[in-house]
């Protein structure tokens, strides 16, 4: 029995051994003393000296046995109720009943890049001030990192079994990762609040398996979707989400993107077929196959889809592809009021005609795309719908647009321009696209060389959407700062762009925040596209509660105990952290 009981002690000592490691110090105190405590000796209170003792042989292997013994019993006790700091029962993880995470030391962190350095190669890591620099801060984002939140090195990994040799060197010193791709994030995604490592993808840039038959494709997380885009052209193919230039895959998985084409095609969620990701311990797991369809297992897919690198590091994406439409064109309809633009999309959702992208611009973004002087004849200078058209024939195109005609009639339509040449397709789509670099150029030229933009955005309910634009228009006149609209008004979400001096910056967060509360005031969302990052994280306390965050936090804690996974983005992880 004692044999038995031996082995079983043997086999579990690991996990002991791991659980003694992780302990905190006031965590260990708190097992010490619920431990029985010796009473004083009597003697030694008397302030008489003790009786002496002898150790013999015969003592220490009593004393081994029973110790032994009671060692087990006590484990036993242990194992079968362990400590609730370790092991809590409740299926949420409240802020408050986290200690603070630890990370490694200085001279921990330099041995674990000397590590690394070793099993990837010193080319591969950077610690010169210009690449450290721009892996901390852009003019896209809205949030910028502080002068210290900037990280200590960038590893560029070229495969996902060195992405996992990184991890787990990271993992053991226990040193914060931030994985990077793209870097057109907004809302300070990638900031290094830890002062950690940093890794960037752009060495990881290959397409693996395309399967034109199957629609599908598989890559790695450094492709950008322009070149995508420019792979599949030539086989009549696409990939539904297209975000602003220079956005990677891997940048794009992780915030649940979409962009022009969510209308049609959806976003990320409904776009990726399979992951391959790198856990915190290094960790390698494939989260589906690829069947368009499966209810095998949880879903794993779209857990880490939106997740902003916080589970686990995206190394292969297998996305869904469509083909490519035969014939498609470009429709500009101008309306007086963006309630009656507004009210023709709801009509043209409920009639079941096939759009592929419908855009809203408000008057002065219209109007700033006008002074851009980019195109080569103005647009009226009203609320103004950008529609694509498109489909399997020019056919098809053309009855789709009387369609598009007769509603829009309906909702006293102004000005209706539908493109009759691929120049004219290409011109007209593209006062859309330049929308932020002609409100920058306007911004420039008019309030200050030197001003700042914040880009934010909500979702809505449709039917909410125009009540929502018309206020924050309001707002944004009242508060003396240049601020233009764009909506993908086919799914509610829109984006205010603001252009403001530094004097001005608390004007304009107060007009991000009045914008985001007006939004969840009526049912919307914090975010559409942009994602939570740093710089969302109250609002998304605001929509969805404190214990809603507890139980992502459990599912953070679960797949990341030590927290090193870009931290502090989503929802805190620290009950020290006192930001936003």
Not at 73 to 81: N, V
Not at 162 to 180: A, D, L, N, Q
Not at 495 to 517: F, G, K, S
């Amino acid at each position: 029995m004692l044999m038995r009981s031996s082995r079983r002690l043997a086999t579990r000592l690991p996990l002991v051994k791991s659980v003694q490691k992780s302990l905190t110090l006031s965590q260990t105190r708190t097992l010490a003393s619920a431990a029985p405590q010796p009473e004083s000796d009597k003697s030694e209170s008397s302030g008489k000296s003790s009786t002496p003792f002898s150790i013999t042989p015969a003592g220490i292997a009593v004393s081994l046995a029973l110790f032994g013994v009671g060692g087990y019993l006590g484990y036993s006790r242990a194992y079968a109720s362990p400590p609730t700091f370790l092991y809590p029962e409740t299926s949420t993880t409240p802020l408050e009943d986290l200690e603070p995470p630890k990370y490694a030391s200085d001279a921990e962190f330099d041995r674990a890049i000397e590590e690394i350095a070793g099993l990837l190669g010193a080319e591969h890591v950077s610690r010169d001030q210009p690449d450290l620099q721009s892996h901390a801060d852009s003019e896209y984002n809205c949030h910028h990192a502080k002068p210290d939140e900037v990280p200590r090195v960038i590893v560029f990994p070229g495969t996902t079994e060195e992405v996992s040799t990184v991890m787990k060197v990271c993992h053991k010193y226990r040193v914060p990762v931030i994985p990077y791709s793209g870097g057109t994030s907004l809302e300070g995604q990638y900031i290094s609040t830890r002062k950690g490592l940093t890794l960037d993808f752009s060495r990881m840039d290959a397409i693996l398996e395309f399967n034109k038959g199957d629609l599908d494709i598989t890559l790695q997380p450094g492709v950008g979707w322009q070149d995508l885009d420019e792979f599949l052209k030539p086989h009549g193919l696409l990939f539904g989400p297209d975000p602003g230039p220079g956005a990677q895959i891997g940048g794009m998985v992780a915030t649940s993107c979409s962009g022009t084409n969510a209308f049609r095609y959806g976003t990320m969620k409904e776009n990726v077929l399979s992951l391959e990701v790198v856990l915190a311990d290094g960790s390698i797991i494939k989260t589906r196959r690829r069947p368009r369809k499966t209810a095998a297992g949880y879903n794993l897919t779209s857990l880490f889809i939106g997740s902003e690198g916080s589970l686990g590091i995206v190394t292969k994406a297998t996305l869904k592809l469509n083909p490519r439409p035969a014939a498609e064109s470009i429709a500009v309809i101008a309306f007086d009021k963006v309630e009656e633009a507004t009210g023709a999309v709801q009509d043209f959702i409920r009639s079941g005609v096939s759009l592929n992208a419908v855009e809203l611009l408000n008057a002065k973004t219209v109007y700033c795309v006008n002074e851009s002087k980019q195109l080569s004849q103005k647009l009226d200078e009203k609320p103004t719908l950008f529609i694509k058209v498109g489909g399997p024939s020019q056919v098809f195109v053309d009855e789709t647009v009387k369609i598009v005609k007769r509603i829009s009639k309906d909702h006293n339509v102004q000005n209706f321009r539908f493109a009759t040449s691929e120049t004219e397709k290409t011109e007209l789509w593209a006062a859309r696209k330049i929308f932020y670099w002609s409100t920058l150029k306007f911004g420039r030229e008019t309030v200050s060389p030197d001003v700042n933009v914040w880009t934010t955005d909500v979702a809505v309910p449709i039917s909410q959407l125009a009540t929502l634009v018309k206020e924050c228009e309001e707002d944004i006149e009242k508060s003396g700062i240049l601020g233009t609209i764009i909506g993908h008004v086919g799914d509610g979400n829109f984006h205010t762009l603001l252009v403001y001096t530094p004097e001005q910056a608390q004007i304009a967060m107060d007009l991000v925040q009045r914008q985001v509360y007006r939004g969840l005031e009526v049912g919307g969302t914090c975010t559409g596209e942009h994602a939570v990052g740093y710089g969302k994280r109250t609002f998304l306390e605001k929509e969805l509660g404190d214990t809603t965050i507890s139980t992502m936090r459990k599912v953070k804690m679960g797949l990341d105990p030590l927290r090193l996974l870009n931290p502090d983005k989503i929802f805190k992880i620290d009950p020290n952290d006192k930001e936003h």
